[in-house]
Nanobody, 130 residues
């Protein structure tokens, strides 16, 4: 069982930096990819960034077009934590942010689809004001 715990959300001003953390996302037989997703009220959940570990050395990163120039996903192996660095946040980034893990490799064409992930955290709220 993979237990994920998000933290780091909050209320910030547009243009500021925010870092989200997802603890419990260690590489194991249960985890090949860990992703960050977000859901704003009235919207569907969407993929933001994903990091995959096909082996204990390689890390592959994938980003949504809307965030690839401002967000960065990274992993701290020792702390079993995946981070989402959010630079120059915008009001449209306001949403509940979730991390999720997939127990098997995912085709890159579906890497940002929430349906591909089996384990989810409870979410952390990000609110960006203009």
């Amino acid at each position: 069982q993979v237990r994920l715990r998000e933290s780091g959300g909050g209320s910030v001003q547009a243009g500021e930096f925010l870092q989200l953390s997802c603890a419990g996302a260690e590489y194991s037989t249960h985890t090949d990819c860990v992703g960050w997703f977000r859901q704003a009220p009235g919207n569907q959940r969407e993929g933001v960034a994903v990091i995959c570990f096909p082996d204990r050395i390689t890390e592959n990163r994938f980003y949504a077009d809307s965030t690839k120039d401002r967000f960065s996903i990274s992993r701290n192996k020792r702390e079993n934590t995946v981070y989402l660095q959010m630079y120059s946040v915008k009001p449209e980034d306001t949403a509940m942010y979730y991390c999720a893990a997939a127990p098997s490799s995912i085709d890159s064409a579906r890497i940002l689809l929430p349906s591909q992930y089996d384990y989810w955290g409870q979410g952390t709220q990000v609110t960006v004001s203009s």
